[in-house]
C-alpha cells in the first residue's frame, strides 16, 4: 500500500517570508528519492527539486530546500523569501521501486495549495 | 525547445465516442507517462512506457488503452468514453533509471464527456 500525505490542503504567507509544506509517505515498495512539483494556475507542472534517499546533505535549489528524514519518511519543501509567483499548487512524489517488475514510478500527493499575500 | 508536447488541448466528448491523445517528446527519453488529475487529488498514472514498443498499466488503466510505436510518441486511446473521463490528462517523460529520475511534463489536455 501506497500513502502520501500533504496534510495543509490550503496555506497563506506574506510575501517575503518563508513558508514550509509537509510531505509524509507511507509506502511498501523502496524509496529512491523524492521529488517536489509546482503547478501554477495554468497548469503545467515544474519540477522544483529532488533528494535522493541515501544523499547525506538536504538538497537545495536555489530559493527552495528539501528537509529530509528518511527515518520519518518525511521530506517537507522550504520555500525562502516567498514571493507573488510562488502562489501555485504544490505536489511531493515519492520515486519508488516497484518490487514485482523492478521498474520506477512516481506517487503524487494531493497536494497544498500556497496564497502568498502582498 | 519543444519538450513534451500533447495535442489535443481540450476537447469534448459525447458519452461512447472515441478518440486518441498524441504525446510527443524531443528528449530521446526511454520512459514515457499518462496521467490523470482530477479535483482535489494529485496525479495518478494510468499507463507507462519504458521503452519502444513496450506498455504497462499504472493505477487507474482501465477504460483506456496505449501505444508507444515509435519511441518519441505515446498515444492514449478512449475506446468508449465515459462522463467517469472526464478530466486533466497530462503525459511526462523521463530519461528513467534509479536516481533522479526527473519527470517533464506536457502542458495537459482538457477532456470533457458529456
Known amino acids: 500500500a501506497q500513502k502520501i500525505t500533504q496534510t495543509q490542503p490550503g496555506m497563506f504567507v506574506q510575501e517575503k517570508e518563508a513558508v514550509t509544506l509537509d510531505c509524509t509517505y507511507d509506502?511498501?515498495?523502496?524509496?529512491?528519492?523524492l521529488f517536489w512539483y509546482k503547478q501554477p494556475s495554468s497548469g503545467e507542472m515544474i519540477f522544483l527539486i529532488y533528494q535522493g534517499s541515501y544523499d547525506e546533505q538536504n538538497a537545495t535549489e536555489g530559493r527552495y530546500s528539501l528537509n529530509f528524514q528518511k527515518a520519518r519518511k518525511s521530506a517537507n519543501l522550504v520555500i525562502s523569501a516567498s514571493q507573488l509567483g510562488d502562489s501555485a499548487m504544490y505536489f511531493c512524489?515519492?520515486?519508488?521501486?516497484?518490487?514485482?517488475?523492478?521498474?520506477?514510478?512516481?506517487?503524487f500527493g494531493t497536494g497544498t495549495r500556497l496564497k502568498v499575500l502582498a | 525547445n519543444a519538450g513534451v508536447t500533447q495535442t489535443p488541448k481540450f476537447r469534448v466528448l459525447k458519452t461512447g465516442q472515441s478518440m486518441t491523445l498524441l504525446c510527443a517528446q524531443d528528449?530521446?527519453?526511454?520512459?514515457m507517462y499518462w496521467y490523470r488529475q482530477d479535483p482535489g487529488m494529485g496525479l495518478r498514472l494510468i499507463h507507462y512506457?519504458?521503452?519502444?514498443?513496450?506498455?504497462a498499466k499504472g493505477e487507474v488503466p482501465d477504460g483506456y488503452n496505449v501505444s508507444r510505436l515509435k519511441k518519441q510518441n505515446f498515444l492514449l486511446g478512449l475506446e468508449s468514453a465515459a462522463p467517469s473521463q472526464t478530466s486533466v490528462y497530462f503525459c511526462?517523460?523521463?530519461?528513467?533509471?534509479?536516481?533522479?529520475?526527473?519527470?517533464?511534463f506536457g502542458a495537459g489536455t482538457r477532456l470533457s464527456v458529456l
Open positions: 509506502t511498501s515498495d523502496q524509496s529512491y528519492g
Open positions: 512524489a515519492p520515486y519508488l521501486r516497484r518490487s514485482t517488475s523492478g521498474t520506477y514510478k512516481y506517487i
Open positions: 512506457s519504458v521503452g519502444e514498443g513496450t506498455t
Open positions: 528528449m530521446n527519453h526511454e520512459y
Open positions: 511526462a517523460s523521463s530519461y528513467g533509471g534509479q536516481t533522479k529520475n526527473i519527470q517533464y
